[in-house]
């Protein structure tokens, strides 16, 4: 055997072999790499869509939030605004009621005065007509003579 021949024939079983591999089985390498990188590619966009939906989301979330706590900060003044005009007409509502009850007990402390003062005009008239008719040593009738004691008591 000869080296040389040896030699060419496993150049040429090299070369084949070369040739069928570029023809058959580097076009499958390359389109899987192909594929391979259009992946990648395609999840690197997709995450970079993602943290700008998520940057979106969470400027959008801030948003919210800051509109949730200014519209709670509105309520909360009017809530103590409302609570305060309530105050105010409990306030105005006791003191008009006062003002009545005290009204009211002064025209009752007004109406006894007059009762007790009509009162003490009888018993003043009826002391006056016993002690006349002791002194005159005769009985007063007191129907007989009611515009008379009626005079005296108007000036006790």
């Known amino acids: 055997m000869n080296i040389n021949l040896t030699l060419v024939v496993q150049m040429v079983v090299f070369a084949t072999l070369i040739w069928g591999t570029m023809k058959w089985i580097w076009p499958q390498i390359l389109s ?21 939906e998520l940057s979106q989301a969470r400027d959008k979330a801030d948003a919210i939030i800051r509109e949730a706590r200014e519209r709670a900060n509105q309520i909360i003044d009017h809530a103590q605004h409302r609570a305060n005009e309530l105050i105010d007409q409990a306030k105005g509502a006791a003191s008009s009621e006062s003002a009545r009850i005290v009204a009211a007990a002064q025209q009752q402390i ?35 003579h009611a ?10």
């Open 147 to 156: 515009d008379l004691l009626e005079q005296l008591a108007e000036e006790i």
């Open 32 to 52: 899987a790499m192909d594929e391979r990188q259009r992946k990648i590619a395609q999840g690197l966009a997709a995450a970079e869509e993602g943290e700008k």
């Open 110 to 144: 007004e109406l006894d005065t007059t009762r007790a003062k009509e009162s003490l005009r009888r018993e003043v008239a009826g002391i006056a007509v016993g002690a006349a008719s002791k002194l005159l040593g005769r009985e007063i009738d007191a129907r007989a």
